[in-house]
């Protein structure tokens, strides 16, 4: 995970296994813990669409924290690749989306 974190990981691997697939992962066990741990019942009538405004305030830290963590990895994987540079012009695009949907956690 430290290899990850520094950007030592290609860039294919940092963006579609972790940030996409084990991103996955862990929305699944968050929304799982809202549900059965929390009670939150709210989840259900979203449904497919996700209000993380409704999530408790430990999914909320939890999610901030992953998505800080996949974020980084990510972008410094971006930062050596070194093919061609509309794919790290991509990954920068999405990371930056990533981050700014960060405030319908934080400012709801």
Do not use: H
Request: aromatic share 22%; glycine share 4%; with cysteine.
């Amino acid at each position: 995970m430290l290899s990850f974190w520094y950007g030592n990981v290609p860039l294919w691997k940092s963006y579609w296994l972790i940030g996409e697939l084990l991103n996955a992962l862990v929305l699944f066990i968050l929304i799982n813990l809202e549900i059965y741990l929390f009670q939150n019942d709210y989840i259900f009538v979203e449904l497919p669409y996700l209000d993380f405004g409704r999530f408790s305030i430990i999914s909320k830290v939890i999610f901030i924290l992953w998505t800080v963590y996949i974020t980084v990895g990510i972008w410094r994987s971006a930062e050596k690749y070194e093919g061609t540079i509309i794919w790290i012009i991509l990954t920068l695009i999405i990371l930056c989306y990533r981050i700014f949907t960060l405030r319908l956690i934080i400012f709801n």
